[in-house]
């Protein structure tokens, strides 16, 4: 196992929930990201900016009535990167698994 293989941004538990919990639907409200990986909203703003700078969330802000709102979507190389950091992480459980004490 290659120690490369794992990505760096999502050896992060935090960043790792965000983009879990993203890979699953189109455009997430950021309150129900929030809520869902409990965190304060400054909390989520900060690791959202991690992975909007690595290019792994689309964030978009517009307003629903009077309302400012802010949606995250996982992009495409967000998707890449979480699904090769699961498999690095898949075969390092393979690897132990296969060991005799």
């Not at 290659?2 to 455009?27: F, N, Q, Y």
């Not at 709102?69 to 190389?77: D, E, I, P």
Request: aromatic share 6%; hydrophobic share 40%; proline share 5%.
């Amino acid at each position: 196992m290659d120690p490369a293989d794992l990505d760096p941004v999502l050896l992060d538990p935090t960043r790792l929930s965000i983009t879990s919990l993203l890979v699953g639907v189109k455009w997430a409200e950021f309150a129900w990201v929030r809520d869902s990986v409990g965190l304060s909203a400054s909390a989520l703003s900060k690791q959202v900016s991690t992975l909007e700078a690595r290019g792994y969330v689309e964030v978009e802000k517009g307003y629903v009535g009077k309302r400012p709102r802010t949606w995250l979507n996982l992009s495409g190389a967000g998707r890449a990167a979480l699904n090769s950091h699961v498999t690095a992480l898949r075969r390092i459980v393979e690897e132990s698994e296969g060991r005799s004490p």
